[in-house]
């Protein structure tokens, strides 16, 4: 099925669209309404053309070429990772046998289910991001967002995409509805908690691209394993993407708190509001706040939905294939974080399959945690002793075993009231938040920076930091 992409189509593809004139014809009414959604819901600041990416093929050599592109005519296209032939079921009850081209009927409405809370979380976030050009840091910086933005909106397509040729006439109704369906609103909200939270200013940009993004890692990595083909080969070349929104999220927290530690230092002092920089108490803040809210999207601790997916052999682990065990599980056990009888935090033993999202979390956590030592060296080379690090798995939990409790950056489980009194030096309050906005003035010039923020090490593709990146119009 898969052939070399092609360009010429309204829909760049390499699914040969143009064999399956219905399927086409229903992506192509679909096309309007995404470009709909896009000009009314995507970036705001107005703009010539951008240095984009564009994804055009999958193959080995290059699947990507830059250049500026006027942002609507970006060619959001749909991409598979080539087909492995012969590739079998690595997991749950169906292991061994070949992997599906078609979805089962049994699990229709599962499979349905995982992709369209997939697809919801990508438009999402670009309606979060929605505002940022207002206030970019650099043109090199406005280009990143302006790339994850475009990128976010292919994902809508893959998954769009999949609804549309497998799950028939719900199948369309879901990608109508994820056009409808908007960040914060109250009548028809995103599905998960995190895709309606603001992304107000650049710092929590980079945090929600670490942090948030990161989930996207590791979700499309279970979904990679899946026994349907075409979601496992569509979510294989997505992570090519991903890779380039993590690599903006953590140099964006690098570049902030480098630009924090050098202030601290030349100005001999631990207050860096009034120098124009972030301070760490803030940076800690809005850490915590992302993580923790990250946290949430894998779902509770102990879940019957994850065991169902993975037996069915829909979703499977972090990297599966290298897991020495049986790859069902049906047996065995594995501990997760939970709420004791005496209500203490701590842990309990539960079937390894309820306990897949725990998994997944602690793959999730020890990613995030390089993050944290990569921060903390750019402070230890400045010759500063403050360390940033991740708060406890059960702080601000709304989701899963902690989500009735409230409890401590360092885990110690605290009344309403101690709660109510320690959560501003926890999290972000509204005068961190006006803070952190009142430096976020645009700098649109070439090779300028805003202040409270370190240059880039790298340009994008070879280009310098002073590249005109982007044309305002
Ligand atoms: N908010 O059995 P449970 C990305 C619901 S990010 C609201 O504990 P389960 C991206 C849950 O749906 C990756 N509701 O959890 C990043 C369930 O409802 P139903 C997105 C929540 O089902 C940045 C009920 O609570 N992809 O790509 O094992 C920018 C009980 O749940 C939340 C995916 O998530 C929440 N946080 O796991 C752009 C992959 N958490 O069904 C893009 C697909 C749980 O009983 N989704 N609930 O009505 C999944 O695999 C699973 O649905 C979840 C939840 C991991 C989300
Ligand atoms: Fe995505
Ligand atoms: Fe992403």
Known sequence: MTTAADYSEKIPNNVCLNEDRRLQRALESWQPNFL???????????????????????????????????????????????????????????????AWAKVPGEYRADLRRLIVVQGDTEPASVEQQRNLGATAPSLYDLRNLFQVNVEEGRHLWAMVYLLHAHFGRDGRDEADELLRRSSGSLESPRILGAFNEETPDWLSFFMFTYFTDRDGKYQLGTLKESAFDPLSRTCEFMLKEEAHHMMVGTTGIDRVVERCARVMVEN?????????AIGLPVIQKYLNFHYSVSLDLFGGETSTNVANYYTAGLKGRWM????????????????????????????????????????????????????????????????LPQRLKLPHIAFNRKVGAFAGIEASPDGERLSPQEWERGSSAWLPTDVDKTYVRSL?????????????IAPPRHGINGQPFDYDYVHLS
Not at 268 to 276: A, P, R, S
Not at 327 to 346: C, F, R
Request: with cysteine; proline share 4%.
């Open 36 to 98: 709909h959604w896009w000009e009314s819901m995507g970036p705001t600041l107005p703009t010539r053309d951008v240095y984009l990416r564009t994804a055009v093929n999958v193959g080995r050599d290059g699947w990507a070429r830059f250049g500026h592109v006027p942002m609507r005519d970006y060619r959001w296209g749909i991409f598979l990772a080539e087909r492995a032939p012969g590739r079998l079921i690595g997991f749950g009850e169906h292991k061994g046998e070949p």
């Open 268 to 276: 001999d002092t631990d207050d860096v509001t009034g120098h124009g």
């Open 320 to 383: 599966e294939d290298r897991r020495r065990d049986d790859h069902k599980l049906a047996s065995d056990a594995i501990m997760v974080d939970a709420l004791t009888g005496e209500g203490e935090i701590g842990h309990t033993e539960v079937a390894a399959l309820t306990g897949l999202n725990t998994d997944l979390r602690r793959e999730y956590i020890a990613d995030c945690q390089s993050g944290v030592n990569r921060w903390n060296k750019i402070l230890a080379d400045a010759g």
């Open 440 to 452: 976020m003035r645009p700098v649109y010039e070439r090779g300028k920076i805003a202040a409270w």
